[in-house]
């Protein structure tokens, strides 16, 4: 087994944790989407189901990453390449949303932060880890780690308060 084997090998469990928890946290989000039932039907409140849609996106990008890692005998390169394909897109619509949180009266500026600045700027560090998982650099794993443990976190938090806000708390 090669360096890069190895050093996955030791991270398989924080992995494996990462990719359980972004599961979860998506069934969460689904049973969150069921009981607030009204976002679906709204036309007009676009940075709520934009919002939801980051949400969605990023668990499954989490899901898909940590996926990566668990692939037997998976080069360096190769993860760094599904990395980047898998967070494109994400990316284009984090940075497409910006102007809709912008202008949205009713968000307040920590959501913006989160999903306007944070969010976006997380594809853009895993760009990054991807780059350097790629050069195989030795800061590659722990730069993975926490883009993925951030876009657990945001989402987490919305997904929350969608479910809060349906009782009152």
């Not at 876009?151 to 009152?168: D, E, K, M, V």
């Amino acid at each position: 087994m090669d360096d890069f084997g190895q050093s996955v090998e030791a991270w398989h469990d924080v992995f494996m944790l990462i990719g359980t928890a972004s599961v979860t946290l998506l069934g969460l989000l689904f049973v969150a989407m069921s009981l607030r039932d009204d976002i679906r039907k709204q036309r007009d409140d676009q940075y709520l189901k934009r919002m939801t849609s980051q949400n969605l996106t990023s668990f499954i990008t989490v899901f898909l990453m940590s996926a990566f890692f668990m692939i037997p005998s998976a080069s360096a390169e190769g993860i760094a390449i599904s990395i980047v394909a898998t967070v494109i897109a994400p990316l284009v619509n984090a940075v497409r949303s910006i102007p809709i949180y912008r202008r949205e009266a009713k968000i307040d500026r920590g959501l913006f932060i989160w999903y306007g600045i944070v969010q976006p700027l997380c594809y853009v560090a895993a760009l990054v880890g991807a780059l350097l998982l790629g050069r195989y650099e030795e800061s590659a794993l722990t730069t993975m780690l926490t883009v993925m443990l951030f876009l657990l976190l945001i989402p987490t938090n919305n997904a929350w308060q969608l479910t809060a806000s349906i009782t009152g708390d």
